[in-house]
């Protein structure tokens, strides 16, 4: 017979990585059937395949690296995909959840270390800091239901930052103490030690907090490939990761704090977020799962009862520990008990931290012996498998639980009519286009997005019907990057705006989104050759947009709204597109109109979306908007409400808007909405009221053709 023991462990790297892939691919379909947590199987194929399982992979460096960056990214996305605003609103419930899951294990086990294990107190301090801490290592699971902004979610994240930095912390002054000890000297020294690395991480945070976002700002603004966005993502991660390791903490807090400063620059719906979360989900944080199974010995369980006694000393109490923690604070915070699930859940895991601590305690030497034996190690390696069992468990629960009492009623039954049309011309703002629809489109709803190219019917139909067949494809890519169907169609049409408005129909679209015509000559019209046609015969919403630097580089949102606005059809539908790019942005927005006005707008966003940073500004008469571009900054957007003549809020002052773009704001982002207006069906009108309404009477034609004489004589 064929020994095949001799051909294990597998040591060939591209083996290695052959047999990982297919544990990524076929673990999550395994557990699938099981009804247990992806996760789980990650860890537990890493115990079977690993050294002290069937001992098929040899743990080689690959499992190091891709571990390392793997724990990075989970850290890395968890501080990305936070709720700034509400890390401000609930700060004070973040740093008492995060004192009591630092100080509840750390007393029970520090109890159960001297009387129930029998530890020295140094081995017992050394534990209680290793309790003390956790890795979020379910937040995948929090990821794949969508909650990563919850309240509960936000709450663990923020709360685990400050435990770990707690505990490494207090693992500083103690090493440091055993060293001074060791060496003779006294506790001044030590004190010198922690005084040093508090002033290291102030000075840390405060440059990156000065730097990183305006580095960051600088190059999102020149730099719009995929690929070199990515990387430079990528490259501040691991600079922060590298930068604490330096000052003397882990590095998984430099990739937290980095997710943090970054946050604000990558959208949660944008297709950068898209592809970091690709990568991550895909390899990096798989890789680290199993890694973290092969560490782990089951059979420690079986030689030993003490050390089977030790394991279940360190996972009861360390666990009993987090869960006071998570439901005392849920029930002093009043919230409901399927947020103190999460926030046990969440907070309940150990992984390779817990390791990289023992190692340090294996190194420091008190009366001659190392601090830390191997059944401690044992015991601590142990017990990362069953609180990663627990934990992806019970957040598996609880996002089930959170999912169905906080889904509202189905927006499909309310009548909410959304389906977006992208009038797509060139590549230079097509990527605009695109990721201004996905922070606009309502994730709830899941629909698609339409990509429209029309080519006029001329001699040279057949190549521009390529270029835009192309161009669909590209906006097809970038769509499905951020995880949204886009169906595309390219036509063929005799007028421009004919053809955007009988797709518009075919479709059954909600709105447009097209690119602003730009002016090549003095005597070019502002508004092209069909955008005027198409916004005086299309009476649904239309939005024109021109952007000089990517949308999430926009600090603040500058919306300029007529009087009278609140009576048109539309009104509530571009306030809601408009607060959701606020809000996925996490940018400010700012409103100018009369004061009734301005108290409709502020009801429905407190309403609806009570997060976003909304700010008021009465502007009392629409001859008061030149007067804008004193507070309209180059990396802000302003928004102009604007009206369809005949309309209720429609004002003669806006046959001059076009001129006072030109003079005023040339040079800023600028978007353009004519609302849902008229009430009646494009076909339900008759002769005595035509579609088509001219933006310049001939009457003022005239009385300008007057002015302009009366102006060259007196010249």
Known sequence: MIDFSSYFPITDSTWIFFIVLLIILFAPMIMSKLRIPHIIGMVLAGVIVGQYGLNILQRDGSFELFGQVGLYYIMFLAGLEMDLEGIKKHMKRMIIFGLLTFLMPFILVYFAGIYLMNYSKETTLLLCCIMASNTLIAYPIVCKYGLQRHKAVSLSVGASMIALLLALLS???FVGVVEQYQQGKGLGSVAVLVVWILVKLFLYCAAGTFVIPRITRWFLRRNADAVTQFIFVLAILFLNAAMTSFIGLEGVFGAFFAGLLLNRYIPRVSPLMGRIEFIGNAIFIPYFLIGVGML?????????????????????????????????????????????HMMFGLTSAHAAGSIAIVMVGMKLMVGGQAMVDAEMLNGVVMMILFTCVISSIVTEKASQQIVLEDTPVNEEKTGDD?????????????????????????????????????VLDDKNTSKNQKLGKELLEHATKAAAAADVRMQTQSRIATNIANGIIHAFKEFDASEVILGMHEQTNESDSFWGMFTEDLFTELNRQIIIVKLAQPLNTIRRIQVAVPSRAEFEPGFHRWIDRLARVAENLEC?????????????????????????????????????FPQLVQQVNDDHL?????????????????EKMPQELKQHYHQQNLMIIFPDQYGEALDSMSFAAPQKREQLSAYTQIR???????RMKSN
């Open 638 to 654: 302003l928004v102009v409400l604007t009206a369809r003549k005949g309309t209720v809020s429609y004002k003669s002052v806006f």
């Open 588 to 624: 400010r927005i700012q409103f100018h109109s009369k004061q009734s006005t301005l108290s409709l707008i502020s009801q429905y966003i407190q309403n609806i979306y009570p997060d976003i940073r909304a700010d008021y500004q009465q502007m009392g008469h629409w001859n008061e």
């Open 418 to 454: 959304e389906k977006i049309l992208l009038a797509l011309k060139n590549h230079e703002n097509m990527d605009t286009l695109v990721n201004l629809a996905i922070l606009m489109r309502n994730e709830r709803l899941n629909r698609g997005m339409i990509g429209l190219n029309v």
């Open 704 to 710: 300008d053709w007057f002015a302009n004489k009366k």
């Open 296 to 340: 782990i010995n089951i059979r420690a369980l079986f030689e030993s009862w003490h050390t089977a006694y030790i394991v279940g000393c360190i996972v009861v109490i360390g666990t009993v520990g987090k869960m006071i923690a998570g439901y005392l604070a849920s029930i002093g915070f009043r919230l409901p008990l399927s947020h103190g």
């Open 171 to 173: 693992l500083s002054l």
